[in-house]
């Protein structure tokens, strides 16, 4: 077993999980800090381990990301689009 062999699958794994962690928080505006950190972190990851394609993806999500957000701050402001937005906020 080489290591490469051993290495992709967590890699692959550690990817789908920052993919993951930033797609559940991006919804939710008292854990705005948590998902900065964890964007930062897998800007690092992609970094650190030439993940070219990852880098890629991780860019799109959060140029999406923001544009949906930018979108909903441009819609007018009602009780549903505020729920949607906020997520969590109520725990």
């Not at 290495?7 to 993919?19: G, I």
């Not at 930062?40 to 799109?60: N, S």
């Not at 979108?71 to 949607?84: E, I, L, N, Q, V």
Request: hydrophobic share 40%; charged share 30%; glycine share 4%.
């Amino acid at each position: 077993c080489t290591d490469r062999e051993l290495l992709v699958p967590w890699l692959k794994f550690l990817w789908e999980t920052y993919r993951s962690v930033l797609d559940i928080l991006r919804s939710n505006s008292k854990l705005e800090i948590v998902y900065h950190k964890t964007a930062e972190r897998a800007f690092t990851f992609c970094g650190k381990f030439k993940r070219k394609t990852e880098f890629r993806r991780l860019c799109e999500m959060l140029r999406t990301h923001l544009s949906n957000l930018q979108k909903a701050g441009a819609a007018p402001a009602t009780a549903a689009t505020d729920k949607r937005l906020r997520g969590w906020d109520g725990w």
